[in-house]
């Protein structure tokens, strides 16, 4: 398999404190993959080892095919962080030159290319304007063109669409998609799990700095529902009983909830209701969201 991102038994510490413990990953190249969980999981400390801009405490990491570090396969990665702090006293355009620059880019390549992502990112019109004028929004838009600039094969995305109204966010996951189908690799953080939904085609759940789960997203989803029954007379211990088809059963008033992998089970469920007593009004079947699988994964004690 090609992969774009190994690490093995990765950790980093702070003092007492563990970032990232002993994770294990495969990102294989040409995906888009969704890295998931709450605040202080190590999301953006495993990106920043990634990048070579924090050593790991143990384990090893391979990029691209390089240790970690490496200065050749630097030059290929694309980096939006979350929290930028931009050079806001040049203009966009001068902005996207000096990073291109940066990556020792040809002066004529150069010319091309910073117009081109001006209009990919719809800044065309506002090419020499300061970015200390730019809203956030506009901020983050010159942002994600700065990670494109040297046309790289691994790109990180830290919240791209931070800041951004639908239609911003729409032309982030355009651009993803865009970037996929050229071959690159997209490494996607996102908290807007409807964009991670849409966009990205596997998942890795992480908490505590530890992955807990990794999955393809489509397979994800489309392997769990959530039922929700209208029924009266059922007894506590009948509901009890439902844990025998759901790990997960909730109740209230005429309302029970319950997710099950597939439908296969409804109809020994209604009957198994119905010999105890409890008049179902209705079933009603639907697909768990990423934000309900989340949920379930993580764990509700998570900060988001």
Known sequence: MDLAIQTNKLRKTYGRKAAVRGLTLEVRRGEVFG???????????????????????SGSAEVLGRPIGDATVRAKIG????????HDWLTAEEFLRLHGRLHKMEPWR????APKLLDLVGLRAHRNKKLREFSKGMLQRIGLAQALINDPELIFLDEPTSGLDPLGRRLVRDIIQ??????????LNSHLLSEIEITCDRVAFIKHGEMIELRELQSLIEGQI???????????????????WSSYVRAGGESLTLNLPDETALPEITRYLIA?????????PQRLSLEELFIQIIGTDAEL
């Open 35 to 57: 890295f998931l969980g709450p605040n202080g999981a190590g999301k953006t400390t495993l990106i920043k080892i990634l990048l070579g801009l924090a050593a790991p405490s």
């Open 79 to 86: 980096f939006l962080p979350e929290h930028f702090r931009f």
């Open 110 to 113: 150069l010319k091309e290319r």
């Open 178 to 187: 865009d970037q996929r189908a050229r071959g690159a690799t997209v490494f």
């Open 226 to 244: 959530t039922v929700e029954l209208r029924c009266k007379n059922h007894s506590p211990e009948t509901i009890e009983g439902l844990s025998q």
């Open 276 to 284: 105890r007593g409890a008049d179902v009004y209705s079933i009603t």
